[in-house]
């Protein structure tokens, strides 16, 4: 078997290059699109996701992103399957254009910690986000629970997850 690749080798697409691929042609569109994950399983299937700052991403989009990536990889040297998508809406945000593309929704954040915090991401800074939300309390003088609104700054470096919560009221 000496000098015969093994049936079972398959060479490792780097991931550095389909990045650098996606950003270039991310950037060429100049739209809004920003690049939010590559993953590259061991049987070279690659999954590219891309978002848009303002709303979602085009098929188009997508496209466009694709046909760069796979133009310039050579199938000759490496076999792969491409999918280039948007995040789904049931999927976490993964980067901070998303944060920041989400400011004004409602989220669930849950911390690395186990704890969790749900409510109005109302801005997104450098190292943290801010969310708020509405909690009956009772106050001291009252009879029933009144509606106090409550404020938390969450680090970045705390979050384990965080997803969007759609509601169709």
Partial sequence: ?????????????????VVELANDRIVELDNG??????????TNSILVEIDGASSGVSVNDCISV??????????????F??????PGLDQPLKVRKQYVKN????????????????GLLSSVEEDFIVLNWEEKERIEGKKKKVLVEKSAQVYFK??????????FK
């Fill in 33 to 42: 699109c920003y690049l939010v994950d590559v993953t590259i399983s061991s």
């Fill in 158 to 167: 705390d979050i384990k997850e965080t997803k969007v919560v759609i509601s």
């Fill in 81 to 86: 399957e491409l999918k280039v998508t948007s």
């Fill in 103 to 118: 400011i004004g929704r409602k989220v669930k954040v849950v911390l690395n910690n186990h704890g969790s915090f749900e």
């Fill in 66 to 79: 694709s046909r760069n990536i796979e133009h310039n990889l050579d199938r000759e040297k490496c076999d």
């Fill in 1 to 17: 078997m000496r000098g015969r690749k093994s049936p079972l080798f398959v060479p490792m697409i780097s991931k550095n290059k």
